[in-house]
């Protein structure tokens, strides 16, 4: 059994998981858009192969929103207030989502 101290310690851990994925996300994807920003007409309409060959790494950044869900499912039946709990599950489940919708289009 779990103490409820060690679910807290877990679930801010899966919360910090969750705002240092978005934020490393949030750069990834600003450094995109600034590449795209700079590309010429042709390397523009082919833009999806630069950015798989060259921002590849990004998808790297889901494991860690993974990562932070899982501590919160692993907690999720433990007596801890719910609010917390909402709170690391919308985080993670945006963490993971961000990195596969190409917000940087919206950068553009």
Known sequence: MIQPKKV???LEISI???I???IATLIINGKIANKYYNA???TQALFGLQEIFTFGYQYYVAIVGIVAFLLVIFSINKPVSNNKKLIAILLSVIATAIVFLRIWRLFV
């Open 40 to 42: 010429s007409g042709k």
């Open 16 to 18: 910090c998981l969750s």
């Open 8 to 10: 807290y310690k877990l």
């Open 20 to 22: 240092i994925s978005i």
